[in-house]
């Protein structure tokens, strides 16, 4: 049976410490379990193309399938992988990333391993900042080694509805769309560091692709520097024929609709623990209402449910079992205007 849905993405491992200084270990995470699992909060099955390592969990993999992922688009490596992805957050929602250690290492350090007072996150953060390990690969890393390939969506995805491709390197997004828009399903795409780092000239034959584009604040200023969000989307609308639109984290979505104006989408209530995947759980969330209604506007309210599903618990595989009748009745109340 062919799924739904497909998101194309990572599968990670990682270290989160909360604004209120919680710490949760071992998490399963990954861009792409993330953006599965926000799609399934609205449909029965999405098919998942990324690359498992031996260190990944196996319980969340038996999760995410008996969840309704498809596991058919995944590769299977005996890797392990020691050192996980660090997040730590402040009371604002910001974090501090592209840390690698693994779980041990905090105790090793001398600090608690379930919850740090914010000198100790401060500690902590200086000490990953400064630690170099020679050999030790993490997960990005992995994924840069080891690219996700075309070759490895089966047939039966082609078939699905839509696709999103979360975060990856520009070369890996191409072959993607190559496989991908072809099937004529509407494709998501989310640029995360790899796409941001990239001139926005250089990006145009991806963004030409898209039926959506969706950044975070941090890579939108990284696209168009020195521009206000409005504007900065206004310089991606034209190049990218579908809709765009920037995640602001707890304060929202600003998405610039088919006539040409900006549109406040609000979040959805929630009660936050962890924001890690809050962005690409709202990209899966939105792939599914794009696909449905056609409407920008109201997918962005699919996908401001669907993040606020995961962020109310720790770990991708944490909203599983999603009630996807009570996501739909809340999606009647106080409907946004597609213009």
């Not at 401060?122 to 992995?142: H, I, K, N, Q």
């Not at 080694?145 to 979360?166: I, S």
């Not at 929202?252 to 979040?267: H, K, N, Q, W, Y």
Request: aromatic residues 6%; proline residues 8%.
């Amino acid at each position: 049976m062919a799924p739904e849905f497909v998101t194309v993405g990572g599968l990670t491992v990682d270290h989160v410490v909360a604004a209120d200084g919680t710490v949760a270990l071992d998490q399963a995470g990954g861009n792409g379990a993330y953006s599965a699992v926000g799609a399934l909060l609205w449909c029965d099955r999405v098919g998942l193309v990324s690359h498992a390592v031996a260190s990944y969990p196996r319980e969340v993999i038996a999760r995410l399938r008996a969840g309704g992922v498809d596991l058919a688009g995944v590769v299977w490596s005996e890797a392990r992988l020691a050192a996980g992805s660090w997040f730590l957050y402040d009371a604002e929602g910001r974090r501090q990333e592209g840390l690698n250690a693994p779980a041990a290492a905090l105790a090793e350090a001398g600090l608690p391993t379930d919850r740090l007072s914010p000198a100790q996150v401060a500690d902590w953060a200086a000490r990953l900042a400064r630690r170099s390990v020679p050999g030790e690969m993490g997960y990005s890393d992995f994924r840069t080694a080891h690219p996700l390939t075309p070759a490895q969506v089966p047939e039966a995805f082609l078939r699905a509805r839509g696709v999103h491709l979360a975060p990856s390197q520009p070369e890996v997004m191409r072959a993607m769309l190559d496989r991908f828009a072809p099937a004529g399903m509407t494709v998501t795409a989310d640029p995360g560091w790899q796409l941001a780092a990239h001139r926005l000239e250089d990006l145009a034959p991806i963004l030409a692709q898209l039926d959506a584009f969706l950044p975070s604040e941090v890579e939108l200023s990284a696209l168009v520097p020195g521009a206000a969000p409005a504007a900065a989307l206004e310089v991606l609308a034209a190049r990218c024929p579908g809709a765009v639109a920037v995640k602001l984290g707890p304060r929202g979505v600003l998405l610039r609709d088919r006539a040409g104006e900006t549109v406040m989408v609000p979040p959805a209530p929630a009660e936050t623990r962890d924001p890690t995947g809050a962005g690409d759980s709202f990209c899966g969330g939105f792939l599914v209402g794009l696909a449905e209604t056609g409407c920008p506007v109201q997918a962005a309210r699919f996908g401001a449910l669907s993040a606020a599903r995961i962020v109310a618990r720790f770990g991708a595989d944490g909203a599983l079992p999603h009630d996807r009748a009570a996501a739909r009745a809340a999606l009647t109340p106080e409907a946004l205007p597609c213009r």
